[in-house]
């Protein structure tokens, strides 16, 4: 049985062994393959359509020539000048073209990309022309730059209108020294007194001949003793009598607050009763015999003042002492004090006493000194002590205590020469702070200082 092929879009039967009538259609398929099949010869094969050789193999070729009328005579790609290769664009909406101009610069969509610029002179910078190639030029004018990218601008190129009206150029960037006249400055420029030059410390200011500050041989201090000045001072001074031997024509001199007439001539005749009375004598506690005057001896009774060697003093009121002491013809009470004091465990336990009172009165020196103190629960064995007596204690003392402990017979105890009191019982038997447990102390004593 024949079998059916497809050459060139077109079916053809090919015969098996034993067909018949085979010949029309073979000589039909012979004739196809001469005149469509590619041959090694080559020449002319013009396709009707795409050829598309899969996704697994390709072509290989020597090169590729575009059948555009004079195409490129070597190269793998020979294209004609009109010719371009395409891809298309990232976003999908057209083609990347690169082709050649009529000038043979190598275009990219259009525009030259390449000018030889391998070749661009020392010193030059490339600039597109009228053409938009890219032409080799030398900066001029304003601006110059050298082969290492350094540009400068030339002197005396940059003019007023160049500068921008916000280009807050830096004063200390500017020459103006000797510059700056009157006019320059604006009337509301209210300059500080500071930036004048200084003249003189704490001088009054005057013009000179030129009409220029300067400094005077006048102090502030010196014009500070015109100040309030409401006149003429030399005629004021004119008004006033000399220091020395003056001459007053019909005085008032008003009445003096305070001062000693000395050397005084004439009568009083002319005084008024109240004020002076003369050849009289002082009397009363205080008396006089011309210029001499004397206290009388007076005692405390009534409105007097004392001045007796050994004065009687009626009911008197002391006082408070600023600096010294009451002499009883013995010893002097040079010290009186009354205050509190803060008694604390010195048992070496840290026990946390609860003071209900601690007052001291000190007379000379003995301390009258009272407490009471409510021990907490503790089961120290350690001798029971109290510290902060307020007075150092000078020899030793003792004060019965009263406590609701059971313990009886209990004394305090002042050391000497500190400010501790032990608690012992009647014997010196030590007692704990666990006898104490939860219980109160009271007593009231003394000791020496």
């Given at each position: 049985?024949s079998?059916?092929?497809?050459?060139?879009?077109?079916?053809y039967?090919?015969?098996?062994?034993?067909?018949?009538?085979?010949?029309?259609?073979?000589?039909r398929?012979?004739?196809?393959?001469?005149?469509?099949?590619?041959?090694?010869?080559?020449?002319?094969?013009?396709?009707?359509a795409?050829?598309?050789?899969?996704?697994?193999?390709?072509?290989?070729?020597?090169?590729?020539?575009?059948?555009?009328?004079?195409?490129?005579?070597?190269?793998?790609?020979?294209?004609?000048?009109?010719?371009?290769?395409?891809?298309?664009?990232?976003?999908?909406?057209?083609?990347?073209?690169l082709?050649?101009?009529?000038?043979?610069?190598?275009?990219?969509?259009?525009?030259?990309?390449?000018?030889?610029?391998?070749?661009?002179?020392?010193?030059?910078?490339?600039?597109?022309?009228?053409?938009?190639?890219?032409?080799?030029?030398?900066?001029?004018?304003?601006?110059?730059?050298?082969?290492?990218?350094v540009?400068?601008?030339?002197?005396?190129?940059?003019?007023?209108?160049?500068?921008?009206?916000?280009?807050?150029?830096?004063?200390?960037?500017?020459?103006?020294?000797?510059?700056?006249?009157?006019?320059?400055?604006?009337?509301?420029?209210?300059?500080?007194?500071?930036?004048?030059?200084?003249?003189?410390?704490?001088?009054?200011?005057?013009?000179?001949?030129?009409?220029?500050?300067?400094?005077?041989?006048?102090?502030?201090?010196?014009?500070?003793?015109?100040?309030?000045?409401?006149?003429?001072?030399?005629?004021?001074?004119?008004?006033?009598?000399?220091?020395?031997?003056?001459?007053?024509?019909?005085?008032?001199?008003?009445?003096?607050?305070?001062g000693?007439?000395?050397?005084?001539?004439?009568?009083?005749?002319?005084?008024?009763?109240?004020?002076?009375?003369?050849?009289?004598?002082?009397?009363?506690?205080?008396?006089s015999?011309?210029n001499?005057?004397?206290?009388?001896?007076?005692?405390?009774?009534?409105?007097?003042?004392?001045?007796?060697?050994?004065?009687?003093?009626?009911?008197?009121?002391l006082?408070?002492?600023?600096?010294?002491?009451i002499?009883?013809?013995?010893?002097?009470?040079?010290?009186?004090?009354?205050?509190?004091?803060?008694?604390?465990?010195?048992?070496?336990?840290?026990?946390?006493?609860?003071?209900?009172?601690?007052?001291?009165?000190?007379?000379?020196?003995?301390?009258?000194?009272?407490?009471?103190?409510?021990?907490?629960?503790?089961?120290?064995?350690?001798?029971?002590?109290?510290?902060?007596?307020?007075?150092?204690?000078?020899?030793?003392?003792?004060?019965?205590?009263?406590?609701?402990?059971?313990?009886?017979?209990?004394?305090?105890?002042?050391?000497?020469?500190?400010?501790?009191?032990?608690?012992?019982?009647?014997?010196?038997?030590?007692?704990?702070?666990?006898?104490?447990?939860?219980?109160?102390?009271?007593?009231?004593?003394?000791?020496?200082?």
């Open positions: 049985m079998t059916t092929v497809v050459f060139n879009g077109i079916s039967q090919v015969p098996a062994q034993g067909d018949t009538r085979w010949g029309p259609y073979t000589s398929y012979l004739t196809a393959l001469g005149t469509y099949a590619l041959a090694p010869s080559g020449g002319a094969f013009t396709l009707t795409d050829v598309n050789f899969g996704a697994n193999f390709g072509l290989l070729s020597k090169y590729f020539t575009s059948i555009t009328s004079t195409p490129a005579t070597a190269g793998v790609l020979r294209l004609a000048k009109t010719d371009a290769v395409e891809w298309r664009n990232n976003a999908g909406a057209g083609n990347n073209v082709s050649v101009d009529s000038s043979d610069h190598l275009l990219w969509n259009g525009t030259v990309i390449d000018n030889n610029l391998a070749a661009l002179p020392d010193g030059q910078i490339w600039i597109g022309n009228g053409s938009s190639i890219p032409t080799p030029q030398t900066l001029t004018g304003d601006v110059t730059v050298t082969d290492l990218g540009t400068a601008i030339g002197a005396g190129k940059i003019v007023n209108s160049q500068i921008s009206n916000s280009a807050a150029i830096a004063y200390s960037k500017l020459s103006l020294t000797g510059s700056i006249v009157n006019a320059d400055i604006f009337s509301s420029a209210a300059i500080a007194t500071s930036k004048l030059a200084a003249l003189s410390a704490s001088i009054v200011p005057v013009t000179d001949a030129s009409g220029f500050l300067t400094s005077s041989a006048t102090t502030t201090t010196e014009l500070g003793y015109v100040h309030g000045v409401t006149s003429a001072i030399q005629t004021q001074m004119d008004a006033k009598a000399p220091l020395n031997s003056p001459v007053l024509v019909t005085p008032n001199l008003g009445t003096p607050s305070a000693v007439l000395t050397n005084c001539s004439g009568t009083a005749a002319s005084l008024t009763a109240g004020h002076v009375t003369t050849n009289a004598n002082l009397t009363g506690p205080i008396t015999s011309g001499a005057t004397s206290i009388a001896s007076q005692t405390g009774t009534g409105t007097k003042f004392v001045v007796d060697t050994s004065p009687v003093l009626v009911t008197p009121t006082g408070v002492a600023a600096a010294t002491s002499n009883f013809g013995d010893t002097a009470l040079a010290n009186y004090k009354e205050g509190t004091w803060t008694p604390a465990d010195a048992s070496g336990a840290s026990l946390s006493l609860t003071v209900t009172s601690a007052k001291y009165t000190r007379v000379g020196n003995v301390a009258h000194i009272q407490l009471h103190v409510t021990y907490p629960s503790t089961a120290s064995g350690a001798a029971a002590s109290i510290s902060g007596l307020p007075f150092t204690v000078n020899g030793y003392g003792t004060a019965k205590i009263e406590s609701n402990t059971g313990v009886t017979d209990m004394i305090a105890s002042f050391r000497n020469a500190t400010t501790t009191l032990t608690i012992l019982k009647t014997g010196d038997a030590a007692v704990t702070n666990a006898n104490l447990t939860t219980g109160f102390i009271i007593f009231t004593g003394f000791y020496l200082i």
